[in-house]
């Protein structure tokens, strides 16, 4: 049985209810959790009345694509950023923080499938564009597509504390994007700027060796740095930022040893700002079927990581400190 409070990235959208409310395991719904009574804390059209509209199934699942490479970028040896074409519906949806799809060679049998964060959405044009870091099977038959690329969305649930990103405004933001974690940095950036905020972006190449979403933020009212942040003098500087500047929000893109480093730091501050990270689990499916996303909260209880919007500090130091 789900917990009350957890929220779920797609409820409300044309997406829900999903394959989960069919399986009695909706995030959100109670009666669609199995139980006899109303108890959740969803303030948007009931999911329960539109799953009984629906026929009691869930709604369209999400389609799959054709994408036309309009662009392919080798930024380093292990590393392609690709713009590709899309429907304009699709790029529209894509154009959030957090947003991301899955991407195969036409060629490939579904299960290639590979979720990518959507870095820079052109919606009049149709347009969206991904990086892609080399590093196993799958990103090796997307690397060198040989007929074109399929991908499939849209999928929002890419960063971790979405409600604070999206409440803060004209404030002080700091922003950390580390190698492939650049990729959903680009969209954070320019999304706080557009909320009147104050940001400040360190960059460091990490194992991609290259700063790739320059062109996408040069041209933004933002401070850029580039540092080695496995570096003393760049931990230094971070912890420098961190402590004499008030922050109202602190994003991490990278790994969650280096979202467990910024935590740390953030709990010796006075003034504690909202944390936002990108989600590291695991995600093969996207739909919360798998489970190779699955990861347990405090209470226990197992939760879909693909869906869920959980507590960056605790399912970071959960993950991290307990193994």
């Not at 429907?87 to 299960?111: H, I, N």
Request: glycine residues 8%.
């Amino acid at each position: 049985m789900i917990g009350r409070k957890l929220e779920c990235i797609d409820a409300g959208s044309e997406y829900c209810p999903c394959f989960l409310a069919e399986a009695n395991e909706c995030i959100t719904c109670s009666h669609l959790q199995g139980r006899e009574f109303c108890d959740c804390n969803w303030r948007g059209v009931c999911i329960y009345q539109e799953y009984v509209w629906a026929g009691n199934r869930k709604k369209e699942v999400r389609s799959s694509y054709p994408a036309t490479v309009m662009e392919k970028r080798d930024i380093s040896q292990n590393t392609v950023v690709f713009r590709l074409k899309v429907t304009k519906t699709l790029a529209r949806q894509l154009d959030s923080p957090g947003a991301y799809v899955f991407m195969r060679d036409k060629e490939k049998p579904s299960f290639f499938d590979v979720p990518m964060s959507v870095m820079a959405v052109d919606v009049a044009k149709g347009e969206i564009q991904v990086a892609l870091q080399v590093q196993g099977a799958k990103t090796k038959a997307l690397a060198e597509p040989e007929k074109g690329i399929v991908v499939r969305g849209p999928y929002w649930n890419g960063i971790l504390g979405q409600r604070y990103l999206k409440g803060v405004k004209n404030g002080n933001c700091l922003v950390i994007a580390r190698g492939i974690g650049q990729a959903p940095a680009a969209k954070v950036v320019a999304y706080l700027i557009r909320g009147g905020n104050k940001v400040r972006v360190i960059v460091d190449p990490g194992k991609v060796g290259a700063v790739f979403i320059g062109d996408l933020i040069k041209d933004l009212p933002c401070e850029v740095e580039e540092l080695d942040l496995n570096s003393r003098q760049g931990i230094k500087v971070v912890n420098r930022y961190l402590k004499n500047e008030n922050h109202e929000l602190v994003f991490s893109g990278g790994s969650d040893k280096q979202h467990l480093h910024i935590i740390k730091e953030i709990d010796k501050l006075a003034q504690k700002p909202f944390i936002v990270v990108t989600n590291n689990n695991e995600i093969c499916c996207g739909e919360g079927i798998c489970g190779s996303c699955s990861t347990r909260i405090d209470s226990g209880v197992r939760v879909k990581a693909c869906k869920v919007q959980l507590d960056v500090r605790r399912v970071i130091e959960r993950r991290i400190l307990n193994g």
